[in-house]
């Protein structure tokens, strides 16, 4: 219980703040993947999509702090009804958040009006870690909240479960989108289970063949039991959206107001031939 609470002790902001210094200088020593100049102005722009969630969050993370804790003092939730220790209860909540997670972000591939903001993280065309910090701030306070809401109210997970769940999260989100040369015996190994960098890149493709795939944040098996899991080698894949590959298109104030634009879906099928 002391190390959760010493754990939940960090402040979330300055540890993406600091895992954004670690990778973005791993990924300037280290060999990478990919190569690609401008890694300042593209991490100067994905950077300033977190500032408006910041921005955003100062009055939003309080109302999702205050739903959450009063569906706990009503002691709303299965997880009310039965009596397991709190570790059990921590893997259980990361596992329940994860999968509402999935089905959130299924939908988002799926009902056009929720694609218009799902689509800025899917928009970057030159991934790196920081590719992680490129998602609408609407979508994430919008959507992706209320699928912790709901989460929270259904299973009866609290705040401390919910901060370990961050803790667990933002790091794999980092590892997931870093430009580095995983080995592929992960994916074949732990890519059973956990969702691996290179799983989670088939999700970038272009391709909507395979847009459409891989749709889980830590446990890929959810798309292996509900049938969306896909594979692609990392090195064939082309990043992005094809509607997006401009550079003006890459820029922060258009994406951000890209979701009340009317850009067409660009069936890439370059990737078939
Ligand atoms: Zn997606
Ligand atoms: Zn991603």
Request: hydrophobic content about 50%; cysteine-free; aromatic content about 20%.
């Amino acid at each position: 219980m002391e190390i959760i609470q010493t754990l939940l002790n960090i402040n979330l902001d300055y540890l993406i703040l600091i895992l954004i210094v670690i990778f973005f200088t791993l990924e300037q020593v280290l060999g990478t993947q990919f190569k690609f100049n401008n890694r300042l102005h593209h991490l100067y722009h994905n950077f300033l999509m977190y500032v408006a969630l910041f921005l955003l969050n100062i009055f939003w993370a309080g109302l999702i702090v205050f739903t959450i804790q009063w569906f706990n003092t009503q002691e709303i939730g299965l997880l009310y009804w039965i009596e397991i220790p709190l570790w059990s209860k921590i893997f259980l909540g990361i596992l329940m958040y994860d999968l509402s997670s999935y089905w959130f972000h299924r939908t988002a591939h799926y009902l056009p009006v929720i694609w218009r903001f799902h689509r800025v993280h899917h928009s970057d065309t030159t991934m790196d870690s920081t590719t992680f910090l490129r998602a609408h701030p609407l979508e994430l306070m919008l959507w992706f909240s209320v699928s912790e809401i709901l989460t929270s109210a259904i299973f009866g997970l609290d705040l401390t479960i919910l901060g370990v769940y961050y803790l667990v999260l933002f790091p794999m989100f980092f590892l997931e989108h870093a430009n580095f040369k995983y080995p592929k015996w992960l994916d074949n190994t732990i890519g059973l289970i956990i969702t691996t960098p290179n799983l989670h890149k088939v999700h970038h493709e272009q391709d909507e063949f395979y847009t459409n795939s891989n749709y889980a944040d830590i446990f890929i098996f959810w798309d292996r039991l509900f049938g969306t899991f896909k594979y692609k080698p990392t090195e064939q894949i082309n990043f992005g959206l094809e509607e997006f590959d401009e550079p003006k298109k890459q820029t922060f104030w258009y994406l951000l107001k890209s979701p009340f634009l009317n850009i067409r879906r660009i069936q890439s099928d370059k990737n078939n031939l």
